[in-house]
């Protein structure tokens, strides 16, 4: 039976942010991809943008198989950064990828103290089915002193909706998103878990 191991990626005993890097890759590709088709080259654009504090991963057998960032209103996941995007894709895809992703990874949260936001859950294609995303929320609902969590789906991400759904997590709120036919999703579903539920 496979074993999943989870920490803290600040207390990680080795560098982890490369193969932190490759499972978010992995798991936004498709949403990448608009940038550059070249894994390596987006693997080299974010490994150093994660925000270890805030950043979970899992462990199948010894290797990073999954990863679940918990930010809250001080600490966003991977407040993205111009140089490094420039450095991979070049001034302007740099640019334009720096322009799309800040309004996703650097705006403050609107939440209180209380409050932790899960984002930039992903899992390696062949690993998924095994339950890794689910002991990663399982794990950080149990650790984390936060009482209530919030997250965001699309509606296109059918699968996601059903697993937070499955663990409790219920719909609050529906924004349609106003560039509907470029992103490939008509809504941003936002979804809630409180210890009491």
């Known amino acids: 039976m496979d074993s999943i191991a989870i920490y803290n990626m600040a207390e990680a005993g080795r560098d982890v942010r490369y193969e932190v890097a490759e499972v978010f890759v992995d798991g936004y590709y498709e949403e990448l ?18 925000s270890s504090e805030v950043f979970y991963v899992a462990e ?3 290797r990073v198989a999954g990863i679940l960032a918990c ?10 950064e111009l140089e490094p995007l420039q450095n991979a894709f070049g001034v302007q895809t740099g640019e334009l990828a720096y322009h799309v992703m800040t309004n996703e990874f650097n705006t403050a ?39 209530r969590y919030v997250l965001e789906v699309t509606d296109a991400n059918e699968a996601a909706h059903r697993i937070y759904s499955k663990l409790g997590f219920r719909e609050i709120e529906r924004k349609a998103e106003s ?19």
């Open 33 to 50: 991809s608009y940038f550059t088709k070249d894994r390596s080259t987006l693997i080299s654009a974010f490994k150093d943008l994660f």
């Open 60 to 62: 199948l057998n010894g």
């Open 71 to 80: 930010s809250n209103n001080r600490q966003r996941a991977m407040p993205v």
């Open 109 to 147: 949260l609107p939440y209180d103290d209380k409050t932790g936001y899960i984002e930039c859950v992903a899992t390696l294609t062949r690993d998924r089915g095994k339950g890794i995303s689910s002991a990663l929320l399982n794990y950080v609902v149990e650790k984390l002193p936060y009482r």
């Open 179 to 197: 560039n509907a036919e470029i992103v490939g999703f008509k809504y941003r579903i936002y979804m809630e878990w409180t210890p009491e539920d």
